[in-house]
C-alpha cells in the first residue's frame, strides 16, 4: 500500500518484564501498530501479528561451606556434621541431586593441607526443617522443588575412626547437580544444556554457573570443600611452689623454714588443636614435708601464668559427693591424685595441695 501525503507513527505494544530474572517459561508477547493520517485525515491504525517467543532457563547454582573453617573432631566420635549452602540462582523452580564424596590424598582441602585420612559411614542429608541443626527428622537426601533465589542448607554426616595419625585431615567435597523441577516429592533428570540454537516455542537449558572447587564454568553444578580436622593433643605440664606462711613471719614474706606451709600447683595445658580426655595428675608427697589434710584442689584455673586459688575442694578420698564423673581428687597417703574428663584444646586447668615442712 502507498500512501500520499501521509504522516505515519509506530507503536510497539507488549508484555512488560525485567530483562533479569522473569520465569523461565514465562511468554513474552509483542505486537505493533501503526498509526497515519491521509490528507491530514487520521486513519485507523493497523496493527501488526504479535511477535512471542518463551523464556529459557538460566541455570545456575552456587554451593558454599558454612563458616569457611575446618571442623574439629576427635577420634572416635560419631555424626559430626559440616553444613553448606546450596542456593538456586536460576529462574526456574530446581531439584538438586547431592552428591558427596572424599577428596583425594593429591587435592587440598578447604584450608590448603593434603588429606590424609579417611572417615566412616559417610552420607549426605538435607536441613528439612530450616533449623541449621543437623538432627533425626533429616533424612532427605536430595533437595526439592526449590524456588529461585532461595537456599537450602545441606549437611555432610561422618564417624571419625578411633584411631588415626596426628593431625589427621579428612577433606570433603559436595556437589549439587541442576535437575528438573515441576514433580513434587521426587528427584528429577539432571538437566541438559541446549547447544544449539534458540529452540522456538520451547525451554532451553543455559548453563550459567560459575567454576565451583572440583567443577567446571557452565556445567550445571557446583561444588565446596569441607575438611574434618582431627586434632593433635599435646599437654605442657609446669609444677610451681610458693611458701604461703612460716612460723616466724606468718604470711607476710614468708620463708622456707621448718614449720612453713608450701603449696604446689601443677598446671596442665593442651596445646594440642584437639580435646584430651582422661587427665590423671600423680605427685608423691615429697621427703620432709607432711600433707595438709583438705588441702587439694582440682579443675582451677590460671592467670597470665599463675595459679587461681579456685577449683574444686577434694576431701582426700576418691568417693563421695566432691568427685563428680568429670573431677575427681584424692590422698592415699603418700601421694595425691587428681582428674578430669576432658581438656579442651588451648585449656589450662590446675591440681594444687599444700604440705608443711618438717
Known sequence: MAFSG?????VLSGAAHAAAGTTAGTTVSNTASVAYTIGGAAQTPVASNAAAFLVDRKVNVTVAQVGGQATVVSFGETD??????????????????????????????LLGHADN????????FVD????????????ATYIDELAPDQSKTVFIVADIP????????????????AAAGGGGGSLGSDLIATLLGDTANAIDNVFADAA????????????????????STALDVNKIATTISDPINGALLPKAI???????????????????TDIAVTDTIPDHSTYVAGSLFVNGTTLLGACNGDG?????DATGADDSDTVTGSFDGSKIASKISTLAAGATRTTRFRVTLN
Open 128 to 139: 528439612v526443617n530450616g533449623n541449621n541443626v543437623y538432627d533425626a527428622g533429616d533424612t
Open 162 to 177: 578411633g584411631t588415626g595419625p596426628s593431625d589427621a585431615i579428612a577433606g570433603v567435597v559436595l556437589t549439587a547437580i
Open 6 to 10: 501521509t504522516a505515519l507513527s509506530l
Open 212 to 231: 565451583g572447587a572440583v567443577d567446571l564454568v557452565r556445567d550445571g553444578r557446583s561444588s565446596a570443600l569441607g575438611e574434618y580436622n582431627i586434632g
Open 80 to 109: 559430626q556434621v559440616i553444613a553448606f549452602t546450596v542456593t538456586n540462582n536460576t529462574n526456574a523452580t530446581q531439584d538438586f541431586r547431592l552428591v558427596g564424596v572424599q577428596q583425594l590424598a593429591l587435592v587440598a582441602t
Open 312 to 316: 574444686n575442694n577434694e576431701d582426700d
Open 117 to 124: 585420612y579417611a572417615v566412616d559411614n559417610f552420607r549426605v
Open 258 to 276: 621448718p614449720g612453713a606451709v608450701v603449696e604446689y600447683c601443677i598446671q596442665v595445658q593442651n596445646t594440642g588443636s584437639g580435646a584430651a
